[in-house]
């Protein structure tokens, strides 16, 4: 298939997984002292990462993990510290390198444990940028992220695939079901729905959170006295009203987890926030290097860490797992705490539904 048809079918439905081939994949020609890069079998990052390369010596291995993208991947458990282990030992990487560091993309830090990596393989773990984009960068000088490269910024083109993304599905949906009662009112209806996506997404964090369902209840009004105005027979008002409950389904749905600028909303009423408790903290500043919202600074002075914007947090807990001091937890106003060991043993995140059922009700793990 052609490459520009396969990424806008990607885009355009990247809810579904798109697995590629997992395994070693040599970038240019790489020898013994190329960079080694991990990412997720997802076929659009994949491409994008191959992309991005170009130019440059390196190994690429592909991990499995269900041909998700490397953010929802990580965070729902399925790129984990087994599956960058278990490519390490069977993907024959080993024998091709005389290094042993191998750079992760900084968004799978939620699922994968650096330290754990090291003591199973003794392959040391660094977390590239954020974006595929900056790797060359990245590698001509590791170690020295820039604000941009550690930072999700959600530009318009991310908010443009995020808009594509919700926007084609629905506009599927309400479109066909508009053609089998009505005609003509397929093409408007998919106007609609492309316009409602493209405006939840450029306003998603510049509006209150109940914003989209007041955008949608609008379009639903003016969908619907539009509808009549035109004098529209019964199919044409039944399609005008089986468009809301799609169009509000899109609009309403909790984006927590969905980017990294979303918070996490499941566990609202505790109030979870980020601790980091300073004594214990030894400047390793592997927090700095993973926040995706670059909560922290570095104090190279005292090598402290200084957690400078705790309001940023979206409690993806990529910090807490790999903090090698446990110097970073979840607590709550009431006084409950999120031990670092719960949040790696559960894989537990507070962005969304997806992980967070699995062990933070134990009254055991919260205290
Ligand atoms: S909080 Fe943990 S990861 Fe961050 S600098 Fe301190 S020891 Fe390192
Ligand atoms: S400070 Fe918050 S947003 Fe940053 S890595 Fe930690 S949990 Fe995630």
Redesign the pocket.
Known sequence: MNDLVKSALQTAFRMLPWPTTTGLRPIGTPGRASPVLLTSNYDLTVRRVERALRGVDAWLLVAPAGGINVWCAAAGGHLTTHQVVSTLRTSGIAERVDHRVLVLPQLA??GIEGLDVFRRTHWRVRFGPVRAEDLPAYLAAPGEKTDAMRRVSFDWRDRLEMAIAWGAPSALVVGGLALLLQPAWALPLVALCAAMALATFTLLDRIPRRGPLILGAAATLLSVAATLAAGGGAAAVATAIAAPPLLTALLTFDYAGST?LE?GSHFESRDWR?HLDLDRCAGVFR?WE???????ERDDATRKVI?A??E?????????V?CPKDA?S?VASDGARIAPATIRRYKL??LGRRTADTGVDRASDVH
């Open positions: 830090a939620t990294p918070g980020i927090c993973v926040c995706p919202e670059a909560c922290f957690l914007h705790d940023r947090c979206v409690r993806c807990g990529a910090c807490v790999q970073l979840f995140n507070l």
